[in-house]
């Protein structure tokens, strides 16, 4: 029932793609890209447009996606052919993703696309992820011209490695995110630093491990980068950090390939000949027997691995082993879904379901809450307010209801003259 549900509407993706002509791509996350290689089958003959850092990242993500999908499917198959059920299928297979990368078209950030005639595109950086943009289409007709920005997602000032949103260019209609339309975010500043340094000292002195579920992709790297400048201002005596997921291995590679994306003191670093990620006290896993011996070894050494909601992956077997261990510390560095085992170590749950196995909890659990690659309401309203002149429509979307009505009442109180509207799913609005 609710699988089969599930499966059915990741096909249907509410329009029919062979009216499509081409799709612009604001950033390789899967929640914005991964729909992208059901396109094909049904009939869609356009093009990808997108930054190419995106084009790159996106590729590997995909490709990723599928293989985790095929993966799961067969294990499911198994257990659903032992009670004569029904067989899941994958949404998409690896085929399927080689089909849209082929469609890829990877753009500067800056240049002015030409999408059809009498339509361009322009991809502005949005400073969420590596490759990330708004994106800005401008359609002529009769001697009119209409711009609308898109968003996409929005990023933070100061993160590393990434340069800052680049202020909102001109436009008629703004179509904005909301994630965190109604929240605001802890700085991450020097308590951040202090609660980082404390971490390694522990695990240095009880000879732990500091088990660190991450995305694999921006929030990993990331991580790498903050770890480094804490040993290059002389904070901590660095401990061996692992790296434990073939993606990120990955994504890191494209990370390398894209100086375009940096920041200033990234490219300083770039240009300086150093390896950005690397250090003699980093290590990427990348085979199966690697990842094991990290199981039984000792510490005291860091380990980053995915999922980063403990959903899935070699984390899982990180966790197994070091869970029971009560110098050992397991740190949370983004947000945690609801019904996830990331979730649940969080609240503080003193026995877990690891493989489904009831397993008692005697780590200690550390969090960090300013992290996020979003922007906050405040970075959202100050976003519209630098766009000069004021669009004269705002469509609020991308967030949870709360967030977005939330949002788009605080815009419209700011800016009486703006027409702001919190769409319904799958509504047409003409422009
Ligand atoms: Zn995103």
Redesign the pocket.
Known sequence: GRRQEAYRRNQDIGFDPKSLGAVLLS?A?I??SGALPVLPGQGFSGKVYLTRASADLAGIMLEDSARVQEYDCRYVNKQERRRGKTCVQPIYDADDVRKIVKRFEGTRYGDQVKIAPRLTASFHDAG??LG?AAVRVKYTARGNTTTVLFSG?LGRSHMPILRDPEPPPACDVLILESTYGDRLHEQAGEEMKRKAQDLIEHARTHKSKLIVPAFAVGRTQELVMRIKELVGEGRVEPIPIYIDSPLAGKATEVFKRHPECYDEETMKTFSSGGDVFASRYIHFVSSPEESKRLNAMRGPCVIISSSGMCEGGRIIHHLKHAIQDEANVIVFVGFQAEHTLGRKLVEGWDVVPIFGIPTKRRAQIVKFNGLS?HADRNDLLAYVRAINPLPSKVFVVHGEEKQALSLGAAIQAEHPKIDVRVPHPASTHEL
């Open positions: 950033h996350h929640d914005h969420h992820i990330s997602d690659a």
